[in-house]
Each structure stands twice: as structure tokens, then as C-alpha cells.
């Protein structure tokens, strides 16, 4: 155990795995603000449709010859705007939507490194992500993004909450629900980008859903949603982090397998105290009866 | 000098993309201080009707004027509106009641602007009106139907509006709940002064409240006052089906 926790510390005192716990938990705390609403307005996969569209831009990107981050950003940006407009018709389900997206985002991706013979690209990086590999102008950027985005989000907050409680309601009291819906869509892309360095592309969405379902069994009021999500984004990728490094496994992986533990446990924690609940208040009836 | 409608609708007729017809030529003055009892059977165009007022839906033909201005939007912040789906929602929706409720303040706060004390006390006072202040910290998705219409009513009443949609508040609600959302209807009609477009199918009762009615099946079949009001004729008429109507001091 000593020695375990020895090469830990040692670890710990590395540049790289100082800077991999402080993009983690800029991305925690953005990814986990926007996956309240994200969730709440029922468009979960929204995080996996643009991921896999920011593949596709990736790919294309490396076949322009073009910085590929770039060129994903932009696919991603038209992506969540499709997205959107497919999702606000009333021809196609939301999942029917993001299903579409993430199809031609995957397929195109694939179809480009084929004809490429795969452009030298590691698609373990790409897909899984590579957060100890993380340097300086990739903290500085995310932190950038995510003052402006936490910024935006706290300018339209009031906004937002009306409109993912009831959407019909909020347009009835004349708020421009359309431009929240494509809010919601584009900050939602511009945190994929920034995330897939991350935990990659095939489990980004799981940070823009799990903090906010796992506070949502926990939370009584939206106030306590708010505060509790960031708190869970940030417990999920340090402790999954530290995991990693303990076990030596994927730290993306790890850190979605750790998030996906404290959601069990809330719900566990939820069962319990509701049955729990349920006995005392038999228990105060029968001996109400009695009495 | 008169006073122009609260809401004017001029020969409103509604067509869907899938080609049916919701509303056929729907005329309507809604004065202030009217409460009217919006009257038809299912699919009749009810919700629609309010939709249109709300301009959640435009009108293929005809004119809707809200508060003196075809912008409908400028004033949507004076309308307090109860859609038919309100009540339903998930246990696990983290709304607590004070938060329902206090989204009502939204419009009136502006953009770029928080809800503030003034907000707050406001929510209080409507909380405390509809006998709810005791259930501020509940999840409203744990309410049983008629708190939750309390609730959505008092969401409602929060911004001061000056007209109120409701669109069957009490489907889903107990006789006895019905019964005391009425006659706080009708308490908040005549001491606020509020107009009120209430659409229904417990006819009995809130022609009891209205002062006008208005029954509707896609088209018009009767608009006018309360008093004129001949609920087996007009029933007949909409429903196509003979019915007989008899009173009973138990049943709204």
C-alpha cells in the first residue's frame, strides 16, 4: 500500500499529471454546468452526435491538409446548428436527429482516413482521448473557453431555466425559445472540442450527462442541481484520475467508469433512504393506529 | 370613450401542414374584467384558440389583436397562461415549488436582469394567496394534481397579468379540489379585476362563474352572455348528440 501510494506522490510531482488534473477540472466544471441543461431538456446525446461529427471534422481536417482541431470546431458548429434545426422540427424525433448526425459525422470520418490509408492519425488518441499528453496552450485555451461559455450561460441564466422547465411556457411569457435551443446546441460543440483531448471522442457525452443526472437524483431543488453538478463533475475526474494513475488504466475510460460508480450510488443512497422513509411512515401509522 | 378589447379575434380559421382543420372562423371580443368559458368537446379547437391569442400558433386566415397591439409578443408579459400539460411532470424534475413559481417573474425581471427581494416577496405573497406556502420546498413533481394546479396558478398570477389562458386546469383533479379552484377563480375575477379565458368541460360549473361563453367545434356554434346561455341546445349542437341535463348539489 505505502509503496502504491509512494509512486503516486511521486507521480503527483509530475508537470504532466498536474497539468492533466487542472484541464480535467476546467472541463469538469464547464461540461457539468451545461449538462444541467442538456439533460433536463432531454436531448442527452446530443454530447455524442457532435463528437462524432467533430470526427468526421477531424478526418477531413487531415485530408485538407488543415489544422484538424479547426476544421472540427467548424463541423461542429454546423453540426449543432442541424442538430438543432432537426430537433425543433416536428418531422423527426431528437433522438431520430442526433442518430442522423452522428451517422454522417462517423461515417464520413471513416470513409475519409480509408481513402487516406489513415493519415498517420492515432485513432486510440482520437477516440479515447489522451489527457496526460495535455500541454500549457491547450490549459490556456480551455480556460478561455470556458470563462466565456460559464460566462454566457450565467448572462441567460434565468432565460435557460424557463426554457428547460417548460418550453411551450416560456414562449408563452415571449422568451425567444429558438435562440436558447441553439445556445444550448453550440456551447454544448464548442465543449466537445475542447473535451476531446480528454476522454476522446467516444465518451465525451458522458461528461456532458452524467453530474447533472447523478445531482438530479440527489438535488430537491434546481438551486441544489447547480451547485451539486459541478461538485460531482469535479469528484468524478479527480478521483478517476487518481484511479487511473493508481491502476494504470485509461484515464478517460476511468474517469467515465468512476462517474457512472457515483451515479449507482446515488441512486443506491435514494433507495435506501426511500425505503427507509417508507418504514417510518408505516411504522408512525400503525402506531398512530394504537395509540 | 370605449375601451378597446383585451383581445380581439377577427374570422380566425386555423389549418394544420397535415391539411385539418382546427379553428373555422372564430370571431371574439374579450373585454376587461370578462370571464369566459371556452366550451367544446375533445379536438374541438380549444387549445388551439388560446395558442393562437398566445401566437404559439398563427392563424392561415383572420387578425389577433392582444392588449391594443397585433405584436403579440410586446405583450405577452401580461398574460399569465396554464397550458393543459402543466401538472404532468417527473418526480425527479429538481423544481422546487418557490422555483416554479418564481419563473413567473422572468418576463417581468428583463434580460440581463436577476429576479431580486421584490421578486421574492412577490412569490411569497402568491404562495401564501393559494395556500401553498407550506409546500415551497417540495419538488413539484411529488405534488397530487390539485396542488400542483395551485401552484401553476399562482405561476400564473405572480407576474400581475392582466389576462389569464387557463386550458382545462382541472382535467386530472378531484371534485373537491375543482370545487376550490373555481371559487378561487372566481374570488380572483372579481377582486382583481382580472380577465379570464378559461377553457373547460365541467360546463355546469363555470357557466356558473363566466360572465359570457363561448362554444366552439372548429367552428363557432354560440357566443354571447351567460344569461343567454342554453347549455342542452348549444350541447346538442356541438356534440350532435341529444342530452339531458340535470342538477345535483354533490357535483360541480
Redesign the interface.
Known amino acids: 500500500m505505502m509503496i502504491i501510494l509512494d509512486s503516486l506522490w511521486s507521480l503527483l510531482q509530475a508537470g504532466f499529471v498536474q497539468r492533466a488534473f487542472i484541464i480535467s477540472i476546467i472541463i469538469a466544471v464547464l461540461s457539468s454546468v451545461l449538462s444541467i441543461f442538456i439533460v ?1 431538456k432531454k436531448i442527452s446525446l446530443i454530447g455524442d452526435g457532435l463528437a462524432h461529427t467533430a470526427f468526421g471534422g477531424i478526418a477531413l481536417g487531415y485530408y485538407l491538409n488543415f489544422i484538424p482541431l479547426w476544421v472540427a470546431g467548424v463541423t461542429v458548429v454546423l453540426g449543432s446548428l442541424g442538430i438543432t434545426k432537426a430537433i425543433r422540427s ?1 418531422r423527426i424525433s431528437s433522438d431520430a436527429a442526433v442518430a442522423v448526425f452522428l451517422q454522417l459525422g462517423l461515417a464520413g470520418g471513416i470513409v475519409l482516413i480509408s481513402v487516406a490509408r489513415g493519415f498517420g492519425i492515432s485513432l486510440e488518441s482520437l477516440l479515447f482521448g489522451s489527457v496526460l499528453l495535455v500541454d500549457y496552450d491547450q490549459i490556456i485555451t480551455a480556460t478561455a473557453i470556458a470563462a466565456i461559455t460559464l460566462g454566457i450561460l450565467f ?5 435557460l ?2 426554457v428547460t ?2 418550453e ?8 425567444r425559445t429558438w435562440f436558447f435551443d441553439y445556445l444550448v446546441s453550440l456551447l454544448s460543440g464548442i465543449v466537445v472540442i475542447v473535451a476531446i483531448p480528454i476522454v476522446g471522442i467516444l465518451l465525451i457525452s458522458s461528461l456532458l450527462v452524467l453530474p447533472a443526472l447523478t ?3 440527489i ?7 447547480v451547485i451539486l453538478s459541478p461538485i460531482i463533475g469535479l469528484l468524478t475526474v479527480t478521483v478517476g484520475l487518481l484511479l487511473s494513475l493508481i491502476m494504470n488504466s485509461a484515464p478517460g475510460g476511468t474517469i467515465v467508469l468512476t462517474g457512472i460508480a457515483i451515479l449507482a450510488t446515488a441512486f443506491a443512497a435514494k433507495k435506501i433512504q426511500r425505503t427507509f422513509s417508507n418504514k417510518t411512515d408505516n411504522h408512525n401509522h400503525i402506531c398512530g393506529k394504537l395509540a | 370613450m370605449v375601451a378597446r378589447p383585451i383581445v380581439e379575434l377577427r374570422d380566425i380559421s386555423v389549418r394544420y401542414a397535415n391539411g385539418v382543420l382546427a379553428l373555422d372562423g372564430i370571431t371574439l371580443d374579450v373585454n376587461d374584467k370578462d370571464l369566459i368559458a371556452l366550451i367544446g368537446p375533445n379536438g374541438a379547437g380549444k387549445s388551439t384558440l388560446l395558442k393562437v391569442i398566445l401566437g404559439l400558433i398563427k392563424p392561415t386566415t383572420g387578425s389577433v389583436c392582444l392588449l391594443g397591439s397585433e405584436d403579440l409578443a410586446k405583450n405577452l408579459k401580461y398574460v399569465g397562461y396554464v397550458p393543459q400539460s402543466a401538472q404532468a411532470r417527473d418526480a425527479n424534475v429538481p423544481f422546487s415549488v418557490f422555483e416554479t413559481v418564481m419563473l413567473g417573474r422572468t418576463p417581468q425581471a428583463g434580460l440581463f436582469h436577476g429576479v431580486g427581494l421584490k421578486d421574492r416577496r412577490k412569490v411569497e405573497e402568491m404562495l401564501k394567496l393559494f395556500g401553498i406556502f407550506d409546500l415551497k420546498d417540495r419538488k413539484i413533481g411529488q405534488l397530487s394534481g390539485g396542488q400542483s394546479q395551485r401552484v401553476f396558478l399562482a405561476k400564473a398570477m405572480v407576474a400581475d397579468p392582466k389576462l389569464l389562458l387557463l386550458d382545462e386546469p382541472t382535467s386530472g383533479v378531484d371534485t373537491t379540489s375543482k370545487t376550490e379552484f373555481y371559487n378561487t377563480l372566481d374570488r380572483l375575477n372579481k377582486e382583481t379585476e382580472i380577465t379570464v379565458i378559461l377553457s373547460s368541460h365541467d360546463i355546469g360549473v363555470i357557466t356558473k362563474i363566466a360572465n359570457r361563453v363561448l362554444c366552439i367545434n372548429r367552428s363557432q356554434f354560440f357566443c354571447g352572455e351567460e344569461t343567454d346561455f342554453n347549455a342542452a341546445e348549444e350541447i346538442n349542437k356541438m356534440y350532435n348528440y341529444p342530452v339531458e341535463i340535470f342538477e345535483h348539489d354533490d357535483h360541480p
Open positions: 433536463l416536428t448572462l441567460f441564466f434565468k432565460e431555466v424557463y422547465f417548460d411551450t411556457q416560456a414562449r408563452a411569457s415571449g422568451i445531482s438530479t437524483q438535488a430537491k431543488s434546481f438551486r441544489q442541481t
